[in-house]
């Protein structure tokens, strides 16, 4: 019998019937192989697998300074872009488990079609550590499409603070490459605090002195070594017409906390990227975990996740983001009281229960039992 399709009215649908033969006859002559499979082979990075299908190439891992590389990925057709600003969840298979995290996005969109993350190195990090040191060209990771609203406004306003500590630079040195890159500099009088350790540790420091001393920004370099921590009372001194800039500000916690506080009591607005959700302070008495599979019991604190407390019980656990965006750290709770960290919302589940509770967010406020 004739194929409709192969027939049909436009020839937009002959071809997709003629893309569907040839695609059985490809799936039959494969068989008993799967076709993607094959295809993962000679063209990994093809269109057409969806967002769940998204996957980049390494295609360099460029040192910047002592623990922190550059990894530049060449991602797969349905990569959607980015805003400068934005981050993207990278799924890397550290010695044979697939793990999420999320790094900001250090480029605008490149001519090249590539993505690049900066990443530090922090003590004991899986992921950062197996990026920054074993990473290499030719390898796949997983993907998922940009997040995040830590963008720059369109127009760009007359006047802008950017603080920034360590790995926070990441971010703003997307945001900045982007608005360097145009045929015409921005207007924007932009100050970039940036705060460091010390001077080796500040990633992208020469950079960030070229555009300096090429006039696109002011550079306040504050190292820790040198002029003590950054009091963040002192800004205004620093940037005496801080009030008059819209403020970005990504780095550790307490720096933000201080920030927040500071900018708050002026009045002032302040955007903030956290690589750290902040969690509650200790919300409850916590309780014990048990990990249904082994049996193991281990007291948990009121003021850590279930996924931090299994971990240091020794359990492998799922897990991705650790702030509550990405749901990669789900687990059924079969039995007991968790608080949620972020908002102190407690979920109970009755013996028989399977409640999905993210184990990043969650605590113990009393003996719980998850399914791991
Ligand atoms: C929106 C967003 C953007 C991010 N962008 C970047 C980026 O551009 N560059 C970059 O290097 N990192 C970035 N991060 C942090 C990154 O996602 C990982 O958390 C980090 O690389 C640590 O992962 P790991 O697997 O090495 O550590 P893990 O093995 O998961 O953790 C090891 C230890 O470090 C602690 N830890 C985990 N994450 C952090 C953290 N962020 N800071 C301090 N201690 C931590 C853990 O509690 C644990 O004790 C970003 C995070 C978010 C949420």
């Not at 980049?56 to 002592?66: K, S």
């Amino acid at each position: 019998m004739t194929s409709p399709a192969l027939y049909g009215p436009s020839g937009g649908t002959r071809r997709g019937g003629l893309r569907q033969r040839l695609r059985r006859l490809a799936d039959a002559a494969v068989t008993p192989l799967d076709l993607d499979d094959v295809l993962d082979v000679f063209h990994p990075l093809r269109g057409g697998l969806g967002d769940t299908g998204l996957r980049g190439r390494i295609v360099e891992v460029r040192p910047e300074t002592a623990d922190s590389a550059t990894v530049v990925l060449k991602p797969s057709k349905d990569w959607a872009g980015h805003v400068p600003g934005q981050y993207v969840r990278v799924g890397v298979d550290v010695d044979g488990v697939r793990l999420w995290r999320t790094y900001s996005l250090t480029h605008g969109p490149r001519r090249d079609g590539c993505l690049s993350i900066t990443v530090k190195a922090i003590p004991g990090g899986v992921v950062s550590g197996y990026l920054v040191r074993r990473a290499r060209a030719g390898q796949m990771v997983q993907l998922a499409q940009a997040e995040g609203d830590f963008v720059l406004p369109d127009p760009l306003p007359a006047k802008l603070l950017l603080v920034t500590a360590g790995s926070g630079i990441t971010p703003v040195i997307g945001m900045l490459r982007n608005l360097f890159s145009r045929a015409t500099t921005p207007a924007t009088d932009i100050t970039l605090v940036h705060v460091n350790v010390n001077e080796d540790s500040a990633i992208f420091r020469d950079e960030l002195r070229a555009h300096a001393a090429a006039g696109h920004l002011t550079l306040v370099e504050r190292y820790d070594d040198r002029d003590g921590m950054l009091d963040v009372d002192s800004l205004s001194t620093i940037v005496p017409d801080l009030d008059e800039r819209l403020a970005y500000a990504c780095g550790p916690a307490g720096l933000l906390d201080a920030l927040e506080a500071h900018h708050a009591a002026r009045g002032l607005d302040l955007t903030t990227e956290r690589f750290r959700t902040p969690l509650l302070e200790a919300s409850g008495e916590g309780g014990s975990l048990t990990l249904a599979t082994t049996g193991v019991t281990v007291d948990a604190a009121g003021d850590t996740p279930l996924l931090d407390v299994a971990e240091a019980a020794g359990a492998l656990m799922p897990s991705g983001c650790r702030i509550g965006v990405c749901f990669g750290c789900v687990l059924p709770l079969r039995e007991g009281v968790v608080r949620d960290l972020r908002n102190g919302q407690v979920t109970v589940a009755t013996p028989g229960d399977g409640v999905a509770i993210q184990t990043c967010i969650s605590a113990a406020a009393g003996p719980c039992t998850i399914d791991r």
